[in-house]
């Protein structure tokens, strides 16, 4: 199997998810399992991680009953808790051990969230998949190989890296969008017009990306951020080459997939692969679901036409032309065709209707008329925006690490992630201990549903002598880093007005 | 409320009585304490198969006679020694069982100690069956420092008594107002009023609505689920929530790990395991875990005070073994410790405090401490309330800030002490956890008093003697009075702080360098309209001298008045001091945080730490250099803030 002695594979994370409406009968509970990771975990044990965290769900429900268990700080671990869905829970327990091992309870949530949001725009609700199968192979199947997907962009060799405090600067689940002039940002704004002309009377939203920035959107903020989290790790050029990489060093391909067997084949090797090759659980081998992996690896390509192909949505019945892919609307709740179409550093993607367009004629006759009409236009823009981008460091400014994030839009900006590298270990530690302090912060003023949000500012001047600073304005946060600050509070303060002037058009500014 | 101080003092009494089978007919029967002195021999207790028993007899002992006092309280300061010497002279038996289970792994002192304890146990007992009259006090009605009117200002965390606490009713405040009641209890620290009183809501369990909406629990239990004590509701009716508690527990310790914290919306579950013992704390107080388990090592230390650790071999013995027996009647002295959680400054700066005095006068009470500790006295603490006028340690022994917080809130919570001299034995968790010392505590006035610990249990006669001297040093040469008029003009005020250096220089030989307040003046802290705070804005401040392990925090003045802006701000130096200790990277050199409450400003160094509030909109540059000049005032007062040359943590 090429799996590695039992020693040297020890789990350094779990991951469960779990179902309270399920398994209530005794000798029953292993019905409540939906997912958990590693797959090849003794059952008492994985029961015992259920149980444990059914159990303070229910204890800490007697004191706070809108809000049970959120984290349990262990010596050796940490168990971080969120409810996906009503009574089902997702668990992430994590070592301690390792001197990696810094984080903040946020960031790791935070990951949770990303893998059922990403889920729902698939798939839909995860109660309604358990719903429409009580026995639990659907979803339980479902989830297995989203999950295992997702994790896969986490798995560095044999371990998988979570977010810790070397990205302290940056804010999972938020959007990065790109800087436009103005002679630009109505070019992007006549294309958005061209393509829905394109698709006609039907309603359609549209997305437009540069790298790995978002430059417009008309979708709403959830809708949004789940489609733009989708694209960076699938979609956008930098993707793309990412997943071809991997391709092609991968030992063991299958390009030749043309079943939704087929799709469920494994096209590289990592840690993560070989669990489900030598420990599928038996449930999912049992039944032969028709599923769909959307964040399979290295399944999207760009075809000669520019669109964006992959057969992870399996094939037409008598042809070998790959489905459309599907997603649905956090919203609306409505399922849409996705169309990507990329040239060099631009990605348009468009959601039309499923129920607007008939079939697969009707895709790609739509995307005949986008060729014919939108390909210049597209040209045109990808060549101005391109001029106009600064290159990986174009947001960094000199003398400061900072992040800044406006947590009502979903965006966040921060200095690159080259730049970050220079700070110590003990600046980014020291950073991250003060995140987790403004995020109690926040989630105080959350319970104490005073509906105004907290404006605070703090300036710390830390042991290696760098300033941290974190400043909450109306919803809008910023953090930084001044590491060659000098002695007085008064020039950190400076140094943070000056920042907060040129660069957030004062919004951190006092007065 | 002077009723209700009544039954709790009469609960508090009554837990004793139970331990001692002159009040109580039907208690199982006590060999040590019978007047005879021999009913159980046993030459051998190393082979008594009993001998648990015999060191859980012994504790029960301990606990009976911490509250047992030499004289009965009618009689005055002057010549009773004859009665105590009657009552005293007691044979000793000395088979010395639980010693030998203490000082295993202690040093030649805390054996010493651990003998002294069982022999005091006996003669202890013996002293209450030789004068059965000491315990009838305890019965007694609350002696009328209840009524007693406050003292304006007299300590830097004491409010003024203008706004009371609403009814216990109010379950969503009755942290606030437990904690009002602590407050307004410092300052009457003496009167032993509603907020030490002991359990409150006894009525409660969890099933009871307001007992889950309480806003901070303390639980102790044993590692068997068997509660201990509960800081709301009965422990026995707890059981099955101890038991739960106890399961969350082991279950996580039986993978390999052990559970630190819970968080779950606004509440934290702290758990904090020390041996067989289990404490855990749920609180939606805000208070950041390490404040939190903090406290629940203070809780502990507390215990450990009245027990000491040796209790853990009864759990080695029997771990279902029910250890609240042990620790009947003491609810006062952990509801008065959990009081003080959330407004004394030192139960997190781990530093004492002062009474402001005269240098010389602090110097008159220090050596007539020093010549009694020459005499086989460990430690010699004269206090006022919880603030040190004088301490004093035998050579080489140390005390840690920690132990005076312990030992002064266990003095002042229990009642018995306040009436008459006693002679108890108590551990010092920071000095030695393993053995029992011997405090010596009596009480000048209704505020100040005197504790002389020692090693030894026969001491007391010695120790009366020393007293003695004591009380005609400090009232020949003014102590007492200074110490009552120190309190009447209260510590540091923001206001009195000048911007300009220079222009306080004549005024240095005053009292805390401003000219002394006129009479009619300590009513300027209670009159809202005087202040809007000391320059720039300054609120409040809190200074810590590091190598002096003692601290100093500025009178609350307006328009911190009233006792919930005092807590939310104690919470936010709280904050701010856990902030800047971060165990992984700290401590921090400088942090300044703005909210919608305060600008705070804190600076450590390695001579001190400051913390100062501030008016939220206070201007920056203002500030610091308003903390420069509190910096130094405190230097220029130094010599009376705090007690120089003492370092009892040097070793």
């Known amino acids: 199997m090429g799996l590695s002695s039992e020693n040297d594979r020890r789990e350094a994370m779990k991951l469960c998810m779990f179902d309270l409406r399920r398994g209530q009968t005794e000798g029953q509970e292993l019905d409540k399992i939906l997912f958990f990771y590693p797959a090849d975990l003794p059952l008492t044990t994985q029961l015992s991680v259920i149980g444990l965290s059914e159990g303070l769900i229910t204890f800490t429900r007697v004191f706070s009953p809108d809000a049970p268990c959120e984290v349990i700080e262990a010596e050796k671990h940490c168990h971080v808790f969120y409810e996906v869905e009503p009574d089902i829970w997702m668990v992430m327990v994590v070592e301690k051990e390792n001197p990696e091992a810094i984080w903040r309870v946020d960031a790791l949530r935070s990951v949770l969230k990303e893998i059922h949001s990403l889920f729902m725009m698939f798939h839909g609700y995860i109660r309604a998949l358990v719903d429409k199968e009580p026995s639990g192979g659907l979803v339980r199947s479902h989830l297995y190989y989203f999950i295992m997907d997702f994790l896969r962009d986490f798995s560095i060799g044999k371990n998988l890296q979570l977010p810790n405090f070397r990205d302290s600067l940056k804010e999972q689940g938020t959007l990065q969008m790109l800087t436009v002039g103005r002679e630009a940002a109505i070019e992007v704004q006549s294309l958005v017009t061209l393509l829905e002309s394109c698709v006609g009377n039907k309603q359609c939203y549209s997305m437009t990306m540069f790298q790995d920035l978002l430059v417009s959107t008309n979708l709403s903020p959830i809708d949004t951020l789940n489609l733009f989290t989708y694209a960076v790790r699938r979609l956008t050029p930098i993707a793309l080459f990412r997943g071809a990489s991997a391709w092609s060093s991968s030992r063991k391909t299958d390009t030749a997939c043309n079943t939704y067997a087929g799709a469920l084949q494994v096209t590289s090797v990592s840690a993560i692969d070989q669990y489900y090759n030598s420990h599928d659980p038996s449930p999912i081998r049992r039944h032969n679901y028709p599923l769909v992996r959307p964040l399979q690896h290295s399944k999207w390509s760009k075809g000669k036409d520019g669109f964006l192909t992959t057969d992870i949505w399996g094939t037409e019945v008598n042809s070998l032309v790959p489905m459309c892919p599907t997603i649905w609307l956090h919203l609306t709740e409505e399922k849409m065709f996705l169309l990507a179409y990329q040239h060099r550093g631009l990605t348009v993607i468009l959601l039309v209707p499923v129920s607007s367009v008939s079939g697969d004629q009707g895709i790609s006759m739509l995307k005949q008329q986008i060729i014919e009409n939108a390909s210049l236009k597209m040209l045109k823009v990808e060549e101005k925006l391109s001029r106009g981008w600064g290159g990986e460091n174009a947001y960094h400014v000199s003398g400061y690490r900072y992040l800044l994030v406006d947590g009502d839009r979903y965006v966040s900006r921060a200095s690159p992630p080259g730049k970050v590298t220079t700070l110590t270990k003990e600046s980014l530690v020291a950073l991250t201990k003060l995140r987790e302090e403004v995020d109690s912060e926040k989630a105080r003023a959350k319970w104490d549903n005073s509906g105004r949000e907290k404006d605070i500012e703090i300036c710390i001047r830390a042991k290696n002598n760098s300033w941290l600073i974190a400043r909450l304005v109306r919803g809008k946060e910023l953090y930084m880093v001044l590491p060659k600050g000098s002695e007085t509070l008064l020039f950190a303060a400076d140094a943070t007005e000056k920042f907060s002037e040129r660069y957030c058009n004062g919004a951190f500014s006092l007065d | ?651």
């Not at chain 2, 504790?451 to 120790?463: G, I, K, Q, R």
Request: proline residues 6%.
């Open chain 2, 1 to 651: 409320m002077p009723s209700d101080s009544n039954s709790t003092s009469s609960n508090y009494s009554s837990g004793r009585d139970d331990e001692n089978p002159n009040s109580d007919p039907n208690s199982k029967p006590e060999p040590q304490l019978e007047p005879e002195p021999e009913p159980e021999p046993e030459p051998e207790p190393n082979k008594n198969p009993h001998l648990i028993d015999q060191s859980l007899d012994a504790l029960e002992n301990q606990l009976a006679s911490i509250s047992m006092s030499s004289r009965s309280p009618t009689v005055t300061f002057e010549g009773e020694e004859e009665d105590d010497v009657e009552s005293r002279e007691q044979p000793k038996s000395m088979n010395g069982s639980f010693s030998e289970e203490i000082e295993a792994g202690g040093d030649a002192d805390s054996l010493e100690v651990g003998r002294h304890f069982e022999s005091d146990s006996k003669a202890e007992s013996s002293g209450v069956n030789g004068e059965n009259i000491s315990f009838t006090w305890l019965d007694a009605p609350e002696v009328d420092e209840v009524e007693r009117p406050l003292s304006p200002g007299s300590s830097g965390y004491a409010g003024e008594m203008g706004s009371t606490s609403g009814g216990d009713e109010i379950v969503d405040d009755d942290e606030d107002d437990s904690d009002i009641r602590g407050v307004e209890n410092d300052g009457v620290l003496g009167s032993n009023n509603q907020s030490v009183s002991g359990k409150r809501h006894a009525d409660e369990d969890d099933a009871s609505v307001s007992w889950r909406k309480r806003k901070k629990h303390f639980f102790i239990l044993s590692h068997s689920g068997k509660p201990i004590y509960s800081r709301y509701g009965d422990e026995y009716k707890l059981a099955g929530f101890s038991a739960t508690l106890q399961a969350i527990i082991s279950f996580v310790e039986n993978g390999g790990d052990r559970v630190n914290l819970v968080r779950a919306g606004k509440h934290q579950v702290v758990f904090l395991v020390k041996g067989p013992i289990y404490l855990v704390c749920i609180s939606c107080t805000e208070e950041p875990y390490e404040s939190l388990k903090g406290q629940l090592e203070l809780l502990y230390g507390q215990m450990i005070l009245i027990l000491t650790k040796s209790v853990n071999r009864c759990f080695e013995k029997n771990p279902k073994f029910d250890m609240t027996s042990l620790l009947g009647g003491t609810d006062a002295v952990f509801s008065s410790l959990i009081h003080s959680l959330s407004w004394n400054p030192a139960t997190f700066l781990h530093a004492y405090s002062c009474l402001p005095l005269a240098y010389a006068t602090r110097q008159a009470a220090a050596s007539i401490l020093q010549d009694v500790a020459g005499s086989g006295v460990l430690f010699a603490l004269l206090m006022c309330k919880h603030k040190v006028i004088s301490l004093v340690s035998a050579q080489k022994a140390s005390l840690h800030p920690d132990d005076i917080l312990l030992l002064s809130n266990f003095i002042m919570s229990s009642e018995s002490f306040r009436t008459s001299e006693s002679f108890s034995p108590i551990c010092l968790p920071r000095y030695n956890p393993m053995a029992f010392l011997y405090a010596y505590v009596h009480y000048f006035d209704i505020d100040t008093y005197v504790v002389l610990l020692t090693t030894s249990s026969d001491a007391f006669y010695h120790l009366k003697d020393c007293r003695i001297r004591i009380e005609i040093v400090l009232s020949n040469s003014n102590v007492l009075s200074e110490v009552q008029r120190s309190l009447v003009d209260g510590g540091m005020r923001i206001e009195d702080l000048l911007v300009e250096p220079t222009s306080r220089a004549g005024a240095v030989s005053s009292h805390l360098g401003q000219p002394r307040p006129g009479a009619g003046t300590p009513g300027r802290t209670a009159d809202g309209s005087i202040g809007i705070g000391g320059p720039a804005g300054l609120w409040h401040f809190v200074y810590r001298s590091i190598y002096l392990d003692q601290y100093v925090s500025s009178e609350f003045s307006p328009p911190i008045n009233s006792l919930r802006q005092q807590k939310r701000l104690y919470r936010a130096y709280q904050r701010l001091y856990a902030s800047m200790h971060e165990k992984a990277i700290g401590p921090h050199k400088t942090q300044f945080r703005r909210d919608e409450n305060y600008v705070l400003l804190c600076w450590v160094t390695q001579d001190f730490e400051l913390f100062a509030a501030f008016d939220p909109l206070a201007d920056k540059a203002l500030a610091i250099k308003v903390c420069n000049r509190v910096c130094q005032w405190v230097k220029d007062v130094e010599n009376e803030i705090f007690l120089l040359g003492a370092s009892p943590f040097s070793w």
